[in-house]
């Protein structure tokens, strides 16, 4: 049976960057991927963009509305009519911004369908509260796997801080994705509560 596996880490710990290695294991063994993000990041445009300098365009974005299974099974039928061959593996970059629906639809798709789904993304907002697709894929993937990074401290860093002018801030809405005011930052617990001001 296939599996869900839910891959994630605060900024920086290279979900994409591993995202990018997995999909190249498969291409190396001749096995061909879908990759896929939510059409909310619209950083890189149609592009899954590492921090190392690596970029790859998705084979298609997924709208909040769309039904993720429905999509790839048009998206798998297309590459096995022109090939003849099947898709592999199903790779989503920022699948935090999934709905609760399309995670499980990502399930349905790998044990349905039996075609592994690798998600990549953060857990929670730069407020410490998980995003819906975060927590559902949290609450059904048959694997977690956290990547780490560290906190310029040195400890391990496990929540995101957001910076607006460079300034930290802990009010706003879930989603800014990155612009020239709005950035991030990977703490550990102790900065990001000293930054927040609670110690």
Known sequence: MSKLYFRYGAMNSGKSTSLLQAAFNYEERSQHVLIAKPAVDYKGDRNIVSRLGVTREVDFLVEPAENLRQKLRERADDFHS????????????????????????????????????????????????????????????????????????????????????????????????????VSYESLCASCYLSRRGSL
């Open 82 to 181: 022109a090939t003849g061959e099947k898709i592999a593996c199903l790779l989503i970059d920022e699948a935090q911004f999934l709905t609760p629906e399309q995670v499980d639809q990502c399930l349905e798709i790998a044990v349905l369908d039996g075609i592994p789904v690798l998600a990549y993304g953060i857990r929670t907002d730069f407020k410490t509260v998980a995003f819906p697709g975060s927590r559902r894929l949290l609450e059904i993937s048959h694997s977690l796997e956290e990547l780490k990074t560290i906190c310029r401290c040195g400890r391990k860093a496990m929540f995101n801080g957001r910076l607006i002018n460079g300034d930290f801030t802990f009010d706003g809405e879930q989603v800014a994705i990155d612009g020239d005011q």
